[in-house]
């Protein structure tokens, strides 16, 4: 892993892509110690449709980068601690 430069353009969309990813690094780091989310049947979410394609497109951009950066994480911090093990 190499140093990224605090005031950059990259580190600026790093701290982005963790906020985007926050959930999906919950569930991996959750995964990872040998866990289970439970499924939770009767609960319900509210959801906004999409009235443009292009918010659309934009958001499965992020989703797809923030699984990605997700998985990232949470296999570096992985391979981190086995290092210490």
Same mark, same amino acid.
């Given at each position: 892993?190499?140093?990224?430069?605090?005031? $950059?353009? &990259?580190?600026? !969309?790093? @701290? /982005?892509?963790?906020?985007? %990813?926050?959930?999906?690094? !919950?569930? !991996?780091?959750?995964? =990872?110690? @040998?866990?289970?989310? %439970?499924?939770?049947?009767? #609960?319900? %979410?509210?959801? /906004?449709?999409? =009235?443009?394609? $292009?918010?659309?497109?934009?958001? *499965?951009? !992020?989703?797809?980068?923030?699984? #990605?950066? $997700?998985?990232? *994480?949470?296999?570096?911090?992985? &391979?981190?601690? /086995? =290092? *210490?093990?």
């Amino acid at each position: 892993m190499y140093r990224v430069d605090p005031d $950059s353009e &990259e580190q600026l !969309l790093a @701290n /982005e892509n963790t906020y985007q %990813a926050q959930n999906r690094i !919950l569930c !991996l780091g959750i995964h =990872k110690n @040998n866990k289970d989310i %439970a499924f939770m049947p009767n #609960v319900y %979410a509210q959801v /906004e449709p999409y =009235k443009r394609i $292009s918010d659309l497109m934009e958001d *499965k951009k !992020l989703d797809i980068n923030g699984g #990605v950066f $997700s998985f990232e *994480k949470v296999e570096n911090e992985f &391979e981190h601690t /086995e =290092k *210490k093990r």
